[in-house]
C-alpha cells in the first residue's frame, strides 16, 4: 500500500477510534504513530518522536494558552462574570428578551479575558441560568442561549483556537486578534437580535423582569471597571505593540489574580482550584497538540497534504466552491469532534489547498481571513447537535431541562451564526478592516 493510500485511510481510522470514546490526542497519537511505521518503520518513528517532542513543547508562544486559561479562572472565581451579568441586566433586563440579552453581553465580556469557549459557558451557566429560572424564562431558550452566548469565548479577544492557529500558520497573533474583533460584535450582536425576535414571536418562552432603578444601575458599573481594564491593558498593550502576545498572557493573569485576591469569593481554596484546573486544562490541550504534531508529521512524510492541494489546483474548481467546501466540512466535523482538535488536525491540511488558490489578496490578509472563517466554523461546531460540547456544560448545569430541549433552544442561534459565516465570507474586508487600519 502507497504513503498515500495510508494516509488517505489513517482518517477512517481515526473517526473510528474517536467513536469508540477514546481521547482525541491518543487517537491522533496512535494514528500517527502507526501510520509512520507502515511508511517508514519503527527507527525513524522513534528517532522522531524524540526530537518532535521537545520541538512541540519548546515553543515559546505555547505559554500563552496556561497564561489565557488562569486569566480566565481568576476572573471567573473573583466574581467578575457575576459583576458582568449583574451590571447587563441592571440596564437591558427590564426589556422584552432583557436578562437573556444580559447573558449575552456578559458573555461578550467574560470572553475578553477568559479566552475559552467552554470556560465561559460554565461560568456564565453557573451565574445566569438561575436568575432566568426564577424569572420564568422556558428551560430550552434559557440553555440554548447560553450555549450560544458561551461561543463568544473564543471570537472575542483573546482566543485559545486563535493562538493555536496563528502558531500553525505561521501567523502574527496580535493581527488575528484585531482581525477577531469585528466578527466577534458581528456575533454578539447577531445573537441580540435573535432574541429580540424570538421572543416576540413566542413571548411564553420569557418572564417579567421590573426596570431596575438608575442609582442601581450606575452602581452597578462600579463593578464591571476591573474587566475593562484587564481588558484595555492587555489588547491594548498587545495593539501598541508595548509588550508580547505572550507577555500580554502574563500582564493579564497577574492582574486578574490581583484584582480577584480582593474579592470575598476569592479564598485560598479557591486559589488552589484556579491553579488545579489551570493545569488539567493546559495538559489535556497540550497532549492534544502532541497527538496532532505525530499525527500531521505522519500525514507530511506521506506527502498527502501537497497531493490533496495539487490535485485541488488540477481539477479547475472555483476558489470559492473549494473554500465553501472546507467551511461545510467544518461543521460536519463540529458535530463530532472540539474545536482545538479540528484546528490542530485540519489545518495543516486544509490550508496549503486554500492557500495554492487565488482568492485576491495578499497571502498574508488571505491565511488571516481564513483563520477567522475557520475560526466562526469551529464556534458553530460547539453548539451543533448531537456532540455540540457547549450544549452538553450547560445541560450539566440545569439537569431540569431535557438534553432534546437544549437542541431546539439553540437552533435559533445557530441560525443566526450561519448568516454571519455566509456575511465573513461573502465579505472579506468585515475581518481584514481593522487589520489594515491598524497594520
Known amino acids: 500500500m502507497s504513503a498515500l493510500a495510508i494516509a488517505g485511510w489513517s482518517f477512517p481510522v481515526l473517526l473510528g477510534l474517536i467513536f469508540l470514546r477514546l481521547p482525541i490526542g491518543l487517537a491522533m497519537l496512535v494514528c500517527g504513530i502507526g501510520g509512520g511505521i507502515l511508511v517508514n518503520g519503527w527507527l525513524p518513528v522513534l528517532a522522531q518522536l524524540k526530537t518532535l517532542t521537545y520541538d512541540t513543547f519548546s515553543n515559546h508562544s505555547l505559554s500563552v494558552l496556561p497564561l489565557f486559561l488562569l486569566m480566565g479562572q481568576f476572573a471567573g472565581r473573583g466574581g467578575m462574570s457575576r459583576a458582568l451579568f449583574q451590571a447587563a441586566r441592571a440596564w437591558v433586563g427590564h426589556r422584552r428578551g432583557g436578562v437573556a440579552m444580559a447573558a449575552i453581553g456578559a458573555c461578550a465580556g467574560f470572553g475578553a479575558i477568559c479566552g475559552s469557549s467552554l470556560a465561559t459557558a460554565a461560568t456564565m451557566g453557573q451565574v445566569a441560568l438561575p436568575e432566568l429560572r426564577r424569572i420564568g424564562y422556558a428551560g430550552s431558550f434559557a440553555t440554548g442561549c447560553l450555549a450560544a452566548g458561551g461561543t463568544l469565548g473564543i471570537l472575542i479577544p483573546p482566543s485559545i483556537v486563535l493562538v493555536v492557529y496563528a502558531i500553525l500558520a505561521e501567523q502574527n497573533i496580535a493581527k488575528l486578534f484585531v482581525a477577531a474583533i469585528l466578527p466577534g460584535l458581528l456575533a454578539t450582536a447577531g445573537y441580540l437580535v435573535t432574541i429580540a425576535v424570538y421572543v416576540r414571536l413566542r413571548p411564553a418562552v420569557i418572564g417579567p423582569h421590573d426596570p431596575t432603578p438608575d442609582p442601581a444601575r450606575w452602581q452597578s458599573l462600579l463593578g464591571v471597571w476591573p474587566v475593562l481594564l484587564i481588558f484595555g491593558a492587555v489588547i491594548g498593550g498587545i495593539y501598541l505593540g508595548i509588550f508580547t502576545p505572550t507577555e500580554g498572557a502574563a500582564v493579564g493573569a497577574f492582574g486578574t489574580g490581583l484584582l480577584a485576591a480582593f474579592s470575598p ?41 501537497q497531493a490533496a492541494a495539487g490535485w485541488v489546483v488540477a481539477q479547475g474548481f472555483s476558489p470559492m466552491h473549494v473554500l465553501i467546501a472546507i467551511l461545510l466540512l467544518y461543521l460536519v466535523l463540529g458535530c463530532i469532534m472540539d474545536s482545538l482538535s479540528m484546528i490542530l488536525l485540519t489545518v495543516p491540511i486544509f490550508l496549503p489547498i486554500v ?62 451564526d450561519l448568516i454571519r459565516v455566509t456575511l465573513l465570507t461573502a465579505f472579506p474586508v468585515l475581518s481584514l478592516l481593522l487589520v489594515r487600519l491598524l497594520y
Open 265 to 305: 469569593t476569592m479564598t485560598w481554596q479557591a486559589f488552589a482550584e484556579a491553579i488545579l484546573e489551570t493545569a488539567v486544562a493546559t495538559a489535556m490541550i497540550y497532549f492534544i497538540v502532541l497527538g496532532a504534531a505525530v499525527f500531521n508529521a505522519f500525514l507530511a512524510v506521506s506527502q498527502l497534504p
Open 355 to 416: 492557500t495554492a488558490l487565488d482568492f485576491g489578496l495578499p497571502a498574508e490578509e488571505f491565511a488571516i481571513w481564513f483563520g477567522i472563517l475557520v475560526l466562526i466554523v469551529v464556534e458553530v461546531g460547539l453548539i451543533t447537535p448531537p456532540v455540540g460540547l457547549n450544549l452538553f456544560v450547560i445541560n450539566a448545569l440545569a439537569r431540569w431541562v431535557p438534553l432534546g430541549q437544549t437542541y431546539r433552544g439553540v437552533l435559533p442561534f445557530i441560525l443566526s
